[in-house]
């Protein structure tokens, strides 16, 4: 056995290792977001995160009698009287998280099932990292505008104006995501590129 074809032999086991948790990656997808959104959503009204400013507090842990102190940046409440756009925001932003997600998992395994099938430098691969680029850039983005919206609600239904700014924690959460994004789209211009080099060499041939 050549060295080779050992090494083409491990890029094919790495390639469907890649399909494979995929496909176990979207069931997990698919239920966590399930999960969240009932738990957004309770028969007693609809939940929220709101955050704060940095502050102290103390609490009781769910299912315990153990009382816990620390700083709190964000509170979770639950609002009964929420309105109807406030609402559909909270939601639409779990939707589009969840999109979002799959979108890059199977722009992920379609790349995978390229290469396991030696495409590389080609069209496919290069639009495959630029879907990857733009689910994560505007994924993040519509889920910042959605839950800022959802908690502006959240807050005039308790009693506030409900015209907050995002918060600092809230938008810098999202930053890693916005990075990731640029950082593969650089992937799809280079493979783009790679892709036209390869085209044009072969004319040559």
């Known amino acids: 056995m ?14 469907i290792t890649v399909i494979l948790c995929g496909a176990a990656a979207v069931i997990v997808v698919l239920i966590a977001n399930v999960l969240d959104f009932l738990d957004t959503f309770r028969p007693d009204g609809v939940a929220a995160r709101v955050p704060l400013e940095s502050g102290s507090g103390e609490g009781v842990l769910e299912n315990t009698s153990a009382r816990v102190s620390g700083s709190l940046s964000e509170l979770t409440v639950v609002v009964t009287d929420l309105n109807a756009v406030s609402t559909f925001c909270l939601g639409a932003a779990i939707v589009v998280a969840a999109l979002a997600q799959l ?88 493979f783009r590129r790679g892709a036209q080099l390869q085209r044009d060499t072969e004319g040559l041939v």
Request: aromatic letters at 12%; a neutral charge.
């Open 103 to 190: 979108v890059v998992i199977a722009a992920v395994m379609h790349l995978a099932w390229s290469f396991l099938r030696g495409r590389f430098f080609v069209r496919a691969t290069a639009r495959d990292f630029g879907i990857i680029s733009w689910a994560m850039f505007l994924g993040a983005l519509g889920v910042l505008l959605l839950q800022h919206m959802g908690t502006n609600g959240v807050l005039a239904a308790l009693g506030t104006d409900g015209r907050e700014p995002v918060h600092p924690i809230a938008f810098w959460s999202f930053a890693p995501y916005w990075f990731a994004a640029t950082a593969v789209g650089l992937l799809s211009v280079a």
């Open 2 to 15: 050549t060295l080779s074809t050992t090494r083409e032999r491990s890029e094919q086991g790495d390639a």
